[in-house]
């Protein structure tokens, strides 16, 4: 987007412009470098996916992607997406309510523990579940005595993934609905709506981009998540490999089509995150602002 | 803030006409207690059930050691590269007008977006021997990929995004009259950047710098490929966990996972202490 104001002013103050911002070498030479760097740190390695993926082919391409172990690791990815995503956003909106129009004792701390996953290493965030419902773990015993399953399966997939998607909803709710104050709810419920309908009229519409934007980024990195998940999936072909699972084996059996062709789709994925990500700012940047870079 | 009435003495929660509060916070306590605090103290019950003998000696042991220099030396200097790079990067985002900027800066997210392991392989192609970086550097002796330097190189993609999100709003923010006035009073360019705008960005800097830290010293999915995974050379401490996971050392990959959280929390309380001091210093 060009900028007017600049544009026009430039020329009559050219010594005090000079002062305010670089001179035009020093300005082309930083944004050579800037623009260098991201080319190679985030432009290439994208751009490799898709030409690994195509190195062989169309053909080679669709037929890596149509293999039944492709097929059920991206059957089981959109599983554990579709149940570890709606249970983050309704923990998100839940501690997001309890917390943005509520004033209580130990609330800072309550913020701070809900931020705690991202601190932890995705490989001991998979650990503490192996710790808990492994065979030498706490509770291994009880559940093989009661010929319950989570670890090396879906629940111990679906656990791990929710435990590192944990804070995506919740911490984008909670400064926007923060910002908005209660005045909303209140006039709301003074008219005589209930509580759910407060909700669920006011707050749900006022935070909808907000919480679209939550699920977005929890969406994303569900699909995605690699090292958690693979400390509890037991990498059983075909029952509990994800497709980040896949791509490693695909990518250590030396078949660089085949994992570089499932890897293209989570590329893909990304890129739709992010084509959405920047419209939702674009469209409702000023309702973001509050949660705008994490 | 808001008084408590005087009679009321403590009182865990201010009145409120909005409902819900007991349904919402008890729901999020007992999901944030199932789901996060259960499974992290049981780590914290099994290592301390270990005793300190052993525990110390799986601490000192040389390869735990080395995982461990490994995982937060490379985390640092791709951090440090992330700041340098970072900034400008915002900078330029920030301050300058060019044809294609929105999506420079969308692009910017793509560490966020993309999953790991994807990142990891695709790091590894271009870095290899005979790929379109590693070829180029081949000739120069400069060996990336299965060395300590891929890790870096990894680091540095997936922390990228850390810095410039958290240096960008605060960039923008800067009142320009304050450069305008400096410049005004006779300060030079460099002046104004390094007196005026940088204290305004230290801050920002140091936090940046600590959330790309300590997504690197955790990080996994990307690394492995790209390392190479040579014990005491290019094996980070996350992988070593996995390694005793699968030699059904369970005391070992509890011990690590231990020291490594108790490294992360320690370096987030001094980064934390750093803020302070350089918003009191420079605030």
């Keep these: 987007m060009a900028d007017p104001e600049i544009k026009s002013y430039e020329p009559h103050h050219e010594s005090q412009s000079a002062a305010v911002t670089e001179s035009r070498p020093v300005k082309a030479v930083l944004m050579a470098i800037a623009l260098a760097f991201l080319a190679v740190f985030l432009l290439l390695p994208l751009i490799v996916v898709f030409h690994e993926a195509l190195a062989k082919g169309i053909g080679a391409y669709m037929e890596a992607l149509s293999g039944p172990d492709t097929r059920s690791a991206i059957r089981l990815t959109l599983l554990v997406a579709a149940i570890s995503v709606p249970l983050n956003v309704v923990f998100g909106i839940s501690a997001a309510w309890a917390i943005a129009k509520f004033e209580f004792k130990g609330k800072a701390f309550l913020t701070t523990l809900i931020d705690l996953p991202f601190s932890v290493s995705p490989v001991i965030s998979g650990l503490v579940y192996v710790l808990l419902f492994g065979a030498q773990g706490l509770l291994g015993a009880w559940l093989k005595a009661h010929g319950i399953v989570i670890l090396f399966a879906v629940p111990g997939i679906v656990l791990a993934t929710i435990f590192v998607t944990f804070p995506f909803v919740a911490r984008e709710l909670i400064p926007l609905m923060q910002e908005q104050g209660n005045g909303d709810e209140e006039a709301a419920l003074s008219l005589g709506a209930s509580g759910w309908q407060a909700f669920w009229y006011v707050t749900l519409p006022n935070v909808k981009w907000g919480l679209l934007y939550g699920v977005l980024l929890c969406n994303a990195r569900a699909m995605g998540e690699f090292g958690a998940v693979s400390v509890v999936s037991g990498h059983i072909r075909g029952l509990t490999n994800t497709m980040p699972l896949h791509v490693e084996i695909l990518y250590n059996e030396y078949n660089a089509v085949g994992a570089f062709a499932v890897a293209s789709l989570l590329a893909g994925l990304a890129l739709v995150t992010l084509v959405l990500k920047t419209l939702l700012e674009m469209r409702y940047g000023a309702e973001l602002a509050a949660t705008r870079g994490h | ?283």
């Design chain 2, 1 to 283: 803030m808001t008084t408590a009435p005087a009679k009321a003495g403590w009182r865990f929660r201010q009145p409120s006409v909005i409902p819900g509060f007991g349904l919402t916070l008890g729901f999020s306590l007992a999901y944030l207690t199932l789901i996060i605090l259960i499974p992290l103290s049981g780590l914290v019950w099994r290592s301390a059930a270990l005793g300190w003998t052993d525990f110390w000696a799986i601490a000192v042991d040389r390869r735990t050691l080395n995982a461990l220099k490994i995982s937060f030396g490379t985390a640092f200097l791709a951090a440090v590269v992330n700041v340098v790079f970072g900034t400008l990067v915002a900078w330029v985002l920030v301050r300058y007008r060019f044809p294609g900027r929105r999506i420079v800066d969308a692009m910017v997210d793509l560490p966020f977006a993309l999953p790991t392991a994807v990142a990891g392989i695709a790091l590894t192609t271009l870095y290899a021997p005979n790929g379109w970086i590693g070829h180029l550097l081949m000739p120069l002796g400069i060996k990336v990929a299965y060395t300590p330097l891929g890790i870096v190189i990894a680091l540095v993609f997936i922390g990228l995004p850390f810095v410039v999100r958290t240096v960008q709003p605060i960039m923008e923010e800067l009142d320009k009259e304050v450069e305008e006035a400096a410049a005004t009073l006779g300060a030079s360019r460099f002046q104004i950047i390094t007196r005026v705008l940088f204290p305004g960005l230290a801050p920002a800097i140091v936090t940046g710098f600590s959330l790309a830290f300590a997504r690197g010293v955790g990080e996994y999915g990307s690394v492995i490929f790209i390392a190479g995974n040579l014990p005491f050379k290019s094996e980070i401490a996350p992988l070593l966990i996995v390694i005793r996971l699968e030699e059904y050392n369970y005391e070992a990959a509890t011990a690590i996972a231990a020291i490594m959280l108790a490294l992360s929390f320690l370096m987030l309380l001094v980064v934390n202490l750093v803020q302070t001091w350089s918003r009191k210093r420079y605030g």
